[in-house]
């Protein structure tokens, strides 16, 4: 069995820190959370090198990248065709975001619906 360290707790702290705590708990991989500041996928793409160096300096690998998208402005269940069209750019992305980085898998959640009144 594996652990691995999901990022989204480290939000308010440097994407490095990620990284040596997790080499440090002994965890064998970092599911990286794709959000602001550390991995928003428009900005993995302009430059996704330094989460490559970070995983080869750390020996810990990023198998799994986690695009936010159940927040403002991405939820794909609701919203107009239009909303809709730019959650599914987003996506389109943030697949390649989780490539440019080595990542295997993308997790995602559809976002949050609304019952029918």
Not at 23 to 52: K, M, N, S, T
């Amino acid at each position: 069995m594996k652990f691995g360290m999901f990022t989204s707790g480290y939000q308010r702290l440097p994407l490095e820190k990620c990284f040596t705590d997790a080499a440090q708990l002994g965890y064998d991989y970092i599911e990286l959370w794709g959000g602001y500041p550390h991995a928003f996928a428009p900005d993995v793409i302009e430059d996704y090198r330094e989460i490559r160096r970070l995983q080869e300096h750390y020996g810990i690998p990023v198998p799994v990248y986690t695009p936010e998208h159940n927040a403002y402005p991405y939820n794909y269940m609701l919203g107009t065709e239009k909303q809709w069209r730019n959650c599914m750019a987003y996506l389109e992305v943030s697949v390649r975001a989780a490539g440019l980085i080595g990542a295997g898998q993308m997790l995602i959640s559809v976002g949050h619906g609304c019952a029918a009144l």
